[in-house]
């Protein structure tokens, strides 16, 4: 069964930058549709972006949209999520997920297959 690892979590301030990293084990990230969710203290999960493999689509949410970017690499199994101008209302866990089948109800969480266990990002003002 594919496991996700999520890396690249922490504390940082306003304004800076973080990347997340992804990778599988016990499997391959090479699935069809990835992306990252993001759980904030005391909230429900919140879609934060996708990535579609066929055609290279992106899809965010308005709250990160021009701030945030995804990625692959599959020569390293890797998904990222460059994260830039960072706000404190950022702060969450982060979650990779992926999916074998394309979707275009990439916002729901119910949709994914593969979840990862989550990283913790904190933006302090």
């Known amino acids: 069964q594919v496991q996700l690892v999520e890396s690249g979590g922490g504390l940082v301030q306003a304004g800076d930058s973080l990347k997340l990293s992804c990778q599988a084990s016990?499997?391959?990230?090479?699935?069809?549709?990835v992306g990252w969710f993001r759980r904030a203290l005391g909230k429900e999960h919140e879609f934060v972006a996708a990535?579609?493999?066929?055609?290279?689509?992106?899809y965010y949410a308005d709250s990160v949209k021009g701030r945030f970017i995804i990625s692959r690499d599959d020569a390293k199994e890797t998904v990222y999520l460059q994260m830039n101008s960072l706000k404190p209302e950022d702060t969450a866990v982060y979650y990779c997920?992926?999916?074998?089948?394309?979707?275009?109800?990439?916002?729901?969480?119910?949709?994914?297959?593969?979840w990862g266990r989550g990283s913790q990002v904190t933006v302090s003002s």
């Open positions: 990535l579609t493999r066929s055609d290279g689509n992106s």
């Open positions: 997920v992926g999916r074998d089948r394309e979707s275009a109800h990439y916002a729901s969480r119910f949709i994914w297959d593969y």
């Open positions: 016990g499997g391959t990230l090479r699935v069809p549709l």
